[in-house]
């Protein structure tokens, strides 16, 4: 995957950073909690098995045997199994293509399997970042952009927060040390000029939103 991106300079980026702009920090989503938390793989194999369940108990209510009543196991959980499957390589394949670059006046991402494309965010376009821990300590980061800027959700997807579809707000999804990122970026808004904290001259602290399973 790498020789796809044998252009760039830097790892990650379009380009070499402007004098003066300094690069903070690097990171991908971890593709384990991307497949739970973005591809929903966890969510699959439950729903097949309630199915499978569901189907089993109308059936015993019906006077089928128990051996009639386990065969919606049979076929149900290996269909689970499989498309859970799928949602992992694409997680992990995600992944793979992923890398976000945090520098002293930009946030960028370079996303995407089959048509890889590069976001680049200003800070002065930031107006707020929040973060989501997992209890694994890794977490996502949306950003909520000026009312001017919108990105479409389904270019950003997965790396968008999710259900946030009229106003798309990018996402660092499923990163690791999530709590340690969060920090770099407040202090990065908090002293990045023209951004949103810049402006009003205040620190930039972000709430933790929930903790996730």
Known sequence: MSDDFEFEPVRGLPEML?????????????????AVHAFHARKVIWYFLAIAIVQAVFRLADGSSLAEAVW????LLPMGGIAAAILTFLAYVSARTTVYSMTTRRLVMRIGIALPVTLNLPFRLVDSASL??????SGEIPLKLAASERVAYLLLWPHARPLHFRNPQPCLRAIPDADQVAKLLATALSNAPQSAAARQGQPVRL???AVAA
């Open 72 to 75: 919606p196991f049979v076929w």
């Open 18 to 34: 402007p004098a003066g702009e300094r690069l903070l920090w690097q990171g991908a989503p971890r593709w384990q909690d991307l």
């Open 132 to 137: 989501r821990l997992y209890a694994n300590g």
């Open 207 to 209: 709430p933790v939103r």
